[in-house]
C-alpha cells in the first residue's frame, strides 16, 4: 500500500537549516509529483513547495510559495525514492508540521491539496531562540 515518511524535523534557532525526508513506499514514485505542505497552529494548511514527476513534461519542473522561494530548495533522488525539501534561513514563522505528499496524476506541480491523494504523518519543526 502506497505510503509516505517525513523524517528530519526538530528545533534549531533562527537562522538554521533543516532538511526533511519524504521516503516513498508502495508505488512508483518517480512517476508522480511529490509536495510539501506545512500547517501552523491556528492556521490553515498552506502547500509551499513541489517537485514534477521525473519523466515527461514536467521533468524537473518545481514549485515554491512565495514564503519559501530563496531559502527552501526540493529535490528527488529516485534511487532511494526519497524526496528533500531542504531548509535554509529558518525563521520562527517557518514552526509548523510539515507534510509530504503525492500527486493524484502523473502531470501535476503546483500547491493545490485537491491534486494530491496520499499524504505522509507530519514531522514537526519549530524555529525559536
Known amino acids: 500500500q502506497a505510503h509516505l515518511v517525513e523524517s528530519g524535523g526538530g528545533l534549531v534557532q533562527p537562522g538554521e537549516s533543516l532538511r526533511l525526508s519524504c521516503a516513498t513506499y508502495g508505488f512508483i514514485s518517480e512517476w508522480y509529483g511529490i509536495g510539501w505542505f506545512r500547517q501552523a497552529p491556528g492556521k490553515e494548511r498552506e502547500g509551499i513547495s513541489c517537485?514534477?514527476?521525473?519523466?515527461?513534461?514536467?521533468?524537473?519542473?518545481?514549485y515554491y510559495a512565495d514564503s519559501v522561494k530563496g531559502r527552501f530548495t526540493i529535490s528527488r533522488d529516485d534511487s532511494q525514492s526519497t524526496v528533500y525539501l531542504q531548509m535554509n534561513n529558518l525563521k520562527p514563522e517557518d514552526t509548523a508540521v510539515y507534510y509530504c505528499?503525492?500527486?493524484?496524476?502523473?502531470?501535476?506541480?503546483?500547491?493545490?491539496?485537491?491534486?494530491?491523494?496520499?499524504w505522509g504523518q507530519g514531522t514537526q519543526v519549530t524555529v525559536s531562540s
Open positions: 517537485i514534477g514527476s521525473s519523466e515527461g513534461v514536467t521533468r524537473d519542473s518545481t
Open positions: 505528499a503525492a500527486t493524484r496524476t502523473r502531470w501535476y506541480v503546483g500547491p493545490d491539496e485537491k491534486e494530491y491523494d496520499t
